[in-house]
């Protein structure tokens, strides 16, 4: 046999592991939630698949069942180590290599998992002290993969002057707001545009009342006080990166933060050379998790297999900027 990470792992074993955080308090009937239910086998030709059925409403279900490995034929050790590669941050050519998958197979695969981590993840809300701040990302259309790559920070200057260099989903530079708590998470949105009745409703809905806002000087946060928060910016075009308004001799008035936050999205999007507008947004969500949980490789596994088979909090549509074509 040949020596193979894949032929290494224990399907039966990966299979108990899911079985221990689906069925965490017990196997309930996924039909009817009844708690009645009873072991009724394995999934043909599956032995590690257990399959129940419920004594109330008669139905049969197996741990697949409404997962997001249900319909696929691949041994739930790959799905689990494409898992794993992906927390690793690597580009889905170096995981269909590693898996010997077909790259097809591998992006499909891996769709379907940053989907779930997207959907399934808790959100903070953020309060204290928050910085904003957008950026605009070079990005093209599916199959137009040399047009794209990192995360780039329109100058200053152009931007101030109006709309011509300012990135839209339109001219192919979609925006990212981003939202980062001092000391704490953050949370990233891709937008059609960051016009402020755009930018309003992801704000408020994750960043709690009172909170005290950091911005730069561009007019899209000039309502953040009318919404019911603290502002204080910092003017870029003056040259002032951070200023000490309170005298206390430290320089609190700044974006730095989420400068940082964005530096190491720029980091994390590179080895993905080519992530088109449309997927974009799942590879952010998908950053966005990774960074709150604040763990990684072997410690970040456990996090995103609990995500994968959490149940799902939000749409992706919300992740989605719409519409997404022909703007
Ligand atoms: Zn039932």
């Keep these: 046999m040949e020596l193979n990470i894949v032929n290494l792992l224990d399907e039966g074993k990966c299979w108990e592991h899911l079985r221990s955080i689906r069925w965490s308090e017990g196997v309930y009937c996924l039909y009817c939630s009844s708690k009645s239910v009873v072991k009724n086998g394995h999934v043909k030709d599956h032995p590690d698949v257990c399959q129940y059925k419920c004594t109330d409403c008669k139905k049969r279900f197996n741990d697949k069942t409404d997962t997001v490995f249900s319909g696929s034929h691949q041994l739930l050790k790959v799905w689990l180590l494409l898992l794993y590669f992906m927390g690793l941050n690597l580009s889905n050519k170096q ?5 010997n998958l077909l790259l097809k197979t591998c992006q499909e695969m891996s769709k379907r998992l940053r989907t779930q981590v997207c959907c399934n993840q808790e959100e903070p809300i953020l309060d204290e002290e928050v910085e904003i701040d957008e950026v605009y990302v070079v990005a093209g259309h599916k199959g137009q993969a040399e047009k794209v790559q990192a995360a780039e920070r329109q100058p200053r ?6 709309a011509r260099g300012r990135g839209t989903l339109a ?6 707001l981003g939202m980062i708590k001092r000391g704490g998470e953050l949370i990233m949105r891709v937008l059609p545009n960051v016009q402020q009745k755009t930018i309003k409703p992801v704000i408020t809905q994750y960043i709690a009342p009172n909170t005290l806002i950091y911005t730069d000087e561009y007019n899209i946060y000039d309502r953040l006080e009318q919404w019911g ?4 910016m910092v003017c870029h075009s003056k040259g002032e990166y ?10 609190e008035v700044h974006v730095n933060t989420q400068e ?7 980091s994390w999007l590179r080895p993905h050379r080519g992530v088109s507008q449309e997927h974009l947004p799942k590879y952010v969500g998908f950053f966005q998790f990774v960074h709150n949980v604040r763990k990684r490789g072997k410690q970040l596994l456990p996090e995103l297999f609990e995500t994968v088979l959490a149940p799902k909090k939000r749409n992706l549509d919300d992740f989605q900027p719409s519409p997404l074509f022909g703007v």
């Excluded at 995981?95 to 898996?99: D, F, K, R, T, V």
């Excluded at 200057?157 to 109006?162: I, P, S, V």
């Design 171 to 176: 001219n192919e530079k979609p925006p990212i």
């Design 95 to 99: 995981i269909a290599q590693e898996l």
């Design 242 to 251: 951070a200023r000490d308004e309170d005298g206390d001799g430290f320089c």
């Design 260 to 266: 940082g936050a964005w530096s190491l999205l720029r």
């Design 157 to 162: 200057r152009r931007r101030l002057k109006g």
């Design 229 to 232: 928060y603290e502002h204080k």
